[in-house]
Every structure is written in structure tokens, then in C-alpha cells.
């Protein structure tokens, strides 16, 4: 695994053995701004573009940052298209046990363009590792 950046709210590791670039983000993400959130997932999307991983692991168990109706809109518009673009196959999450926020990164996802991607929910990380890998 090879960490990739950190943030204040999360870190990107990939792991180059089986093509999955992850996403864990920080309890910190409770104080996130709105630029906080698009400096970081721009600075992703600049990773996957560089690195072509085929699957994306979200930890976002810890994630207590409530996406806006606009970031939402910003992340279907802005951050979807690039990650299909690069290549991004699957994309697993580890739920979050805070519902509003869960609730937001779900909303993004149903009302997106994210119809690109295999999407699936998982509370335990061999469940996920184990179906990208798939």
C-alpha cells in the first residue's frame, strides 16, 4: 500500500498489487469546508488520472462532512465524468455510522452520473476488498 496524500481530512493510499486506489477519510471531516472537500477531491481525481487504478475503496466510516445539494451537483458534473473517463470500474464504500452524512454521499451517488460504475455498500473491508477484486 502506498500512500499517495493526506489531508487534514483524508488520506489516498493505492494499492498497485490489485489496481485500488482508497479514500479514508478523517473524524476531522466534521469541520470541513465546502473548498476543503473539492481541494481534496480534485486532488484525487488527479491521482486516478496519473495512476488508471480500475476500482475505488471508500472508508468513509468516519465521514461526518454533509454534502451540499451543490457539491452534490459539483461532484456529478465535475468529479464522475473523470473518474469514468479514467477508468474507475467500481466503486465500494464503507458505510458511515453518522446517517446525514451517509445519507448525502448516498444522494450524490443516486441522483449522479455515476451510472458508469459498479456500486456497492459494505460495513466490514474484506467484503469490499473481496468484490472489487472480483
Given amino acids: 500500500m502506498t500512500k499517495l496524500y493526506e489531508s487534514n481530512f483524508v488520506e489516498i493510499t493505492l494499492n498497485t498489487t490489485h489496481q485500488i486506489i482508497t479514500n479514508t477519510w478523517f473524524p476531522s471531516t466534521e469541520d470541513m469546508e465546502d473548498e476543503d472537500y473539492k481541494t481534496d477531491m480534485l486532488q484525487f481525481v488527479e491521482l486516478v488520472q496519473i495512476y488508471r487504478p480500475n476500482y475505488h475503496l471508500i472508508k468513509s466510516v468516519d465521514f461526518l462532512y454533509t454534502i451540499t ?4 451537483d459539483w461532484t456529478n458534473y ?9 477508468g474507475i470500474q467500481k466503486i465500494a464504500f ?5 446517517v446525514i452524512a451517509q445519507l448525502s454521499i448516498e444522494q450524490v451517488l443516486e441522483e449522479s452520473n455515476a451510472t458508469a460504475f459498479q456500486i ?8 469490499a476488498i473481496a468484490w472489487l477484486k472480483r
Fill in 94 to 98: 464503507l458505510v458511515s455510522s453518522e
Fill in 78 to 86: 465535475t468529479i464522475f465524468p473523470k473518474l469514468a473517463k479514467a
Fill in 69 to 72: 445539494i451543490e457539491m452534490q
Fill in 120 to 127: 456497492r455498500y459494505f460495513s466490514s473491508e474484506k467484503n
